[in-house]
């Protein structure tokens, strides 16, 4: 069994500083949180970014960030009459709980906790621990240590090579997009997903009166939450092929309504991802993720209704069709767009594009030097989907020759591919607790080892 007494978590957004919290609350270990944007400290950039309007798409009675406190963010919100558990709490408000979790951590371990300000470039793997490399040259040595990435910036499509602000914006949560836009004039979405809500939402808070267009593939935009009524829930894991599970699931919409269908498949969903074929999760990939995002990561009514409002009133339209081009004409983007269903193509004149395509998974495009470096050295591998960083269930990572890491590990969006269900505070929660548990030998307190 590994012994632990130094971890070093590298990035200090919601899975790193979660994770921290956890190893502080169930083990005597020293934790080292590396952070290189001192803004983003227990924020990250979903909360760290998030405008005033933002709100979270999970209702706070969900958003505990301690599974074993369920009711721990709700009776935040109450104690500073922020809301209560059925609330869609601002993602500021969330940022702020996190950073207020963190700053109790602070206090009660004392030394155990140190907060460093830098960028690691890179880790030294030795047989009796790990080295962090700082940018600043400075070194950290640790039993362990834990890459928290976060969500990774999205890819730049070959189209828009060589463009650059403010004709093309690469960060959707950016502030001042639309400045010295009028009325007049059009900015394209690349992407119809939560970050294009998100991007809708701020350009409208911002004052911006010109039209929006959200571009993607299917033209698919996320679902509301709406109540749903009481029924039996599911309480074992669906087996079966692809198409005998879509079947199933169908089944179930019927007989319960598809959100109460999809909802009761999170437990299982993870297990059902690992027990599936690599084929079949390339096919759900291709053909079917569109589908489920949409329905599975929903957004408030309130910010539904927003939407609708933007869309009733010709302010936003969402298009279904692939870019084929691009290129400069002034100080604006025509963007050439062949429409779903059609072969012919189409010119369109857009005074700003803002990539809203999500977050990059390929570490062979990323940009981050760590994960650069550890990937060019074989430390870490990108999982077979190509969509994060290649863990085993422990998020231990896996090297290019396919051994297991005993010391390197990751935790959060990056570990989609192993995980799947892993982009969201509930299941990011489970795991970083879990993870810290059997760091600090926690597990076994109540015999979870055996």
């Not at 012919?344 to 005074?351: C, I, N, Y």
């Amino acid at each position: 069994m590994l012994r632990v007494s130094h971890v070093v978590i590298v990035g200090g957004g919601f899975s790193g500083v979660l994770l921290a919290i956890n190893l502080l609350r169930h083990g005597t270990v020293r934790v080292t949180l590396i952070e290189r944007h001192p803004d983003r400290l227990g924020r990250g950039l979903a909360f760290g970014a998030a405008h005033a309007d933002h709100v979270l798409n999970v209702r706070a009675g969900n958003m505990s960030a301690l599974p074993d406190q369920p009711d721990h963010f709700g009776q935040w919100l109450q104690s500073r009459q922020l809301g209560d558990d059925g609330s869609f709490a601002t993602r500021q408000d969330y940022g702020r709980y996190l950073c207020a979790l963190l700053d109790a951590a602070r206090e009660e371990a004392g030394t155990r906790l140190a907060v460093v300000h830098d960028e690691v470039i890179d880790l030294t793997l030795l047989h009796d621990g790990v080295e962090a490399v700082m940018q600043s040259g400075g070194r950290i040595a640790a039993d362990v240590v834990v890459i928290a990435p976060g969500n990774l910036p999205p890819h730049r499509l070959a189209a828009f090579s060589g463009m650059n602000r403010p004709a093309y914006v690469d960060d959707p949560w950016a502030r001042a997009i639309s400045d010295g836009l009028g009325a007049g004039e059009v900015i394209m979405l690349l992407g119809s997903g939560l970050t294009a809500v998100d991007s809708a939402l701020g350009l409208d808070a911002a004052g911006f009166k010109g039209r929006i267009i959200a571009l993607s593939r299917r033209g698919l935009t996320p679902q509301r939450h709406a109540p749903v009524s009481s029924h039996e829930k599911r309480t074992d894991r669906p087996n079966g092929t692809a198409s005998e599970l879509v079947s199933l699931i169908r089944a179930r919409c019927d007989a319960i309504g598809w959100r109460s269908a999809v909802d009761e498949l999170r437990p299982f969903t993870p297990d059902m991802w690992r027990a599936a074929e690599p084929d079949v999760r390339q096919r759900f990939l291709r053909h079917l993720r569109p589908y489920w995002d949409i329905h599975r990561h929903r957004i408030a009514p309130l910010v539904a209704d927003r939407i609708d409002a933007m869309q009733s009133d010709g302010r936003l339209e969402v298009r279904a069709g692939k870019v084929v081009a691009a290129r400069m004409e002034g100080e604006g983007i025509i963007v050439t767009v062949r429409p779903r269903g059609s072969e012919q193509v189409e010119e369109v004149p857009v005074a700003r594009v803002v990539n809203c395509t999500g977050p990059l998974g390929d570490l062979d495009r990323t940009t981050d030097i760590l994960l650069q470096t550890l990937t060019k050295r074989g430390e870490i591998r990108a999982d077979p989907l190509a969509i994060g960083i290649d863990v085993d269930r422990q998020c231990r990572t896996i090297k290019a020759d396919g051994d297991t890491q005993q010391r390197l590990f990751a935790v959060g969006p990056m570990t989609r591919g192993a995980h799947w269900e892993i982009v969201a505070v509930p299941d990011i929660r489970r795991q970083v607790w879990a993870l810290a548990r059997e760091m600090t030998g926690a597990h076994w307190v109540e015999a979870e080892g055996l």
